[in-house]
């Protein structure tokens, strides 16, 4: 299962978390119409609910060694930008378990949406 977690009353930022966003947005929703990635809407959210769905990156971020607090906020705010200005994609195993996410750091190279969608990497993806 793979969810896409975004805001509809929130542009994202221009920022290297979220390059090449808008080349993809038309690929996100092509395959949310074919049942393989959910829109998850977290404008009605509340800061509470926004940080607890922000663990499942984090869990994504520890087994994989990856960064994730100032791609989605800051030391101070982890997660304040999570699935608002910064969307996020996550991908759960079928028992709902978190095993990958975008954007994300790794050895000082943001992993964007975008390289997760690209049809270079999608038969790699299992996608």
Same mark, same amino acid.
């Given at each position: 299962?793979?969810?896409?977690y975004?805001?509809?009353? =929130?542009?994202?930022?221009? $920022?290297?978390?979220? !390059? ?10 092509? *395959?949310? &119409? ?26 994504? =971020?520890?087994?994989?060694? $990856?960064?994730?607090? !100032?791609?989605?906020g ?7 930008? *999570?699935? &608002? ?43």
């Amino acid at each position: 299962m793979i969810k896409y977690y975004y805001s509809s009353t =929130s542009n994202p930022y221009a $920022s290297d978390s979220n !390059r090449g966003l808008l080349e993809v947005q038309d690929e996100i929703t092509r *395959f949310s &119409k074919l049942g393989k990635i959910e829109l998850v809407d977290t404008s009605p959210w509340t800061a509470g609910v926004r940080f607890d769905t922000y663990g499942d990156a984090i869990v994504v =971020s520890v087994k994989k060694k $990856s960064k994730i607090r !100032r791609i989605y906020g800051t030391n101070r705010y982890p997660a304040i930008n *999570f699935g &608002k200005e910064v969307p996020s994609l996550i991908i759960y195993n079928n028992e709902g378990y978190p095993i990958d996410a975008y954007p994300r750091e790794e050895n000082g190279i943001v992993l964007t949406i975008k390289s997760f969608l690209d049809p270079a990497n999608l038969e790699e993806n299992a996608f």
